[in-house]
């Protein structure tokens, strides 16, 4: 199916599937939307970081999650963010450890209408990112993330800015 032709569910403020749409309508129109964003962390606490693809609709080249995406119509979260994984970044799911649910945040400008739940996840790779989505994987200390944020806060996605701003402590 072309990109364009995705269909995610609509979802009124409390997070309601109330009908569906192609992907291209939803983001003209600016309706709620579910999406995932999983954080991959190294063995040292250093985290995965994804350069968004130079043909993305969204925020293009920008630093976001280790993996982000919509969750299709009539899929589940957690369904979305096992199936997100292998796509983006080429390892299976299941060889992520201590993978989990970290934080859930409500559709807004900054995710681009996207209610989101967070995951974490421990893999070291090899990994083998879909050069459609992925223009490249880098390693960074959160202490790198925040001296980034301050410095060069346009090389990061509106989303993962606030992810960060609010992640748990």
């Not at 957690?78 to 299976?92: H, K, N, W």
Request: aromatic share 8%; with cysteine; charged share 25%.
């Amino acid at each position: 199916m072309n990109v364009v032709d995705e269909r995610f569910d609509i979802v009124d403020r409390d997070d309601r599937v109330v009908g569906s749409a192609p992907r291209s309508e939803i983001h003209a129109q600016g309706l709620l939307h579910r999406a995932v964003h999983i954080w991959v962390f190294h063995d040292d606490g250093r985290l995965l970081l994804q350069k968004r693809s130079l043909s993305k609709d969204r925020e293009p080249g920008r630093w976001t999650s280790s993996v982000s995406g919509h969750v299709n119509s009539g899929e589940e979260y957690d369904v979305a963010m096992l199936r997100e994984i292998p796509e983006e970044i080429g390892v299976p799911a299941l060889t992520c450890r201590h993978l989990a649910r970290l934080k859930y945040f409500p559709a807004c400008r900054e995710t681009d209408q996207e209610f989101v739940w967070l995951y974490r996840a421990i893999h070291t790779g090899p990994f083998k990112p879909d050069p459609t989505e992925v223009a490249g994987l880098e390693w960074f200390t959160p202490a790198q993330i925040d001296q980034m944020l301050i410095h060069q806060p346009s090389d990061f996605s509106s989303c993962l800015r606030m992810l960060w701003e609010q992640r748990p402590q």
